[in-house]
């Protein structure tokens, strides 16, 4: 089978989405490709770059005015039947069509989706964190319904839908109506490729007069919570406790509200780095005293096995939906300031169970060895799909 994988994720964008995609990329290329001719396929000329030199056979597409408009109205039903009535199709797919592709992948779900008249497809819905449309200005009622229109969409026409854990797939078939097996369940793994760079002699002499600096990779969204750092440092700094925080990512709207609250508040050891490479990247995991992982949003994530990767400590919500669980990490309520204060201090204090380092690093070795059976059953779907 010809199958094509369209990464639409920037690689200066960053983030979950981003690492994910390329994970996917490696991973279909070392379990399915015996079996199947795999090709990558992106707009994005950094993600491009880093795909070749990852040595994952990728090509680069732009799309033309009319794949724009097409892109565009295709998500309104009523346009939607007109171009397929006149069988309009964009440029990717008739290459594809062309090249007799079998299949396309999408890791993080797309538009493009809306447009195909003859490919098959599988789509991945990575969280349903949208239904909480209400708490965060980053889904308003439009996004929300957007969302809804897209993932109701897919799950009616995908071949499969892929997602990253138990919880999201009952979720799905519950709020879907969709059926059990058509939802495949493949869990997240670390970032594999951000050890094979090393970071600039310039950066690391930037930063490494930090000392004892907790690490948040994460981008600036309201949902991600960095406020509560901030209130935790504010409590630290009153007890005469120095620490540091660094936060990675791109600002997606919400750094505004930060920069007011540390000025207000006079705190100064805060250090917004703003996107990492992923030599970058290690660097900052690797040298930090631990990973405060706050977000609002779930009930998975990247950055926790990434945490385990590293041997570090981990501070981490007690919501108990995913792999963390009680004896890996400090969990607790992490819209509180004084837990997040409180553990921090363990973790300066040397308080932090060396039994939770081996139990998460434990966890994660399961969690690649699932990951590996999960793409190799999904290498035998694949020759069952019709």
Not at 8 to 22: A, C, D, K, L, Q
Not at 274 to 286: A, K, V
Request: some cysteine; glycine content about 4%.
């Amino acid at each position: 089978m010809k199958i094509a994988i369209l990464l639409e994720t920037n690689y200066t964008g960053g983030g979950g989405p981003y690492v994910h995609s390329i994970n996917t990329c490696i991973d279909l290329k070392k379990y399915c490709s015996k079996s199947n001719n795999i090709m990558v396929y992106t707009q994005f000329l950094g993600t491009f770059r880093a795909l070749r030199e990852l040595k994952i056979p990728v090509k680069l597409f732009s799309y033309s005015f009319l794949d724009k408009v097409l892109l565009k109205i295709s998500s309104l039903k009523v346009l939607r039947c007109l171009t397929t009535i006149i069988n309009i199709k964009t440029s990717l797919e008739k290459s594809l069509l062309k090249n007799k592709n079998d299949l396309i992948i999408f890791p993080v779900i797309s538009n493009l989706i809306f447009c195909l008249k003859k490919i098959r497809f599988i789509s991945s819905i990575l969280d349903l964190e949208h239904f909480k449309h209400s708490t965060f200005p980053e889904i308003d009622k439009k996004e929300f319904k957007n969302r809804e229109n897209i993932y109701f969409y897919a799950v009616k026409k995908s071949k499969l839908i892929i997602t990253s854990c138990e919880n999201i797939k009952k979720n799905i078939h519950k709020h879907y109506m969709v059926k059990k097996e058509k939802v495949f369940v493949i869990p997240y793994t670390p970032n594999s490729f951000e050890k094979k760079k090393k970071p600039s002699i310039e950066f690391i002499n930037k930063f490494k007069k930090i000392k004892n600096y907790f690490f948040y990779p994460a981008r600036i969204f309201g949902h991600k919570n960095h406020i509560v750092l901030l209130k935790a440092v504010k409590i630290l700094n009153k007890k005469n406790i120095k620490v540091n925080l660094v936060f990675s990512g791109n600002d997606r709207g919400y750094k505004k509200i930060l920069d007011s609250y540390i000025e207000k508040n006079e705190i100064n050891n805060v250090i917004f780095t703003g996107f990492l490479s992923s030599g970058e990247m290690h660097h900052m995991y690797n040298n930090c005293k631990g990973v405060v992982f706050t977000t609002l949003w779930g009930p998975n994530a990247i950055p926790p096995l990434e945490t385990w990767s590293y041997k570090k400590p981990l501070v981490y919500n007690n919501r108990l939906e995913d792999d963390v669980t009680k004896g890996t990490a400090l969990i607790g309520n992490i819209e509180d300031p004084n837990f997040v204060a409180n553990s921090i201090v363990k973790i300066l204090k040397n308080k932090y169970k060396k039994s939770f380092i081996l139990k998460g690093y434990n966890t994660l070795q399961s969690i690649k060895k699932d990951s590996k059976r999960c793409y190799k059953d999904l290498n035998r779907k694949l020759n069952f799909l019709t």
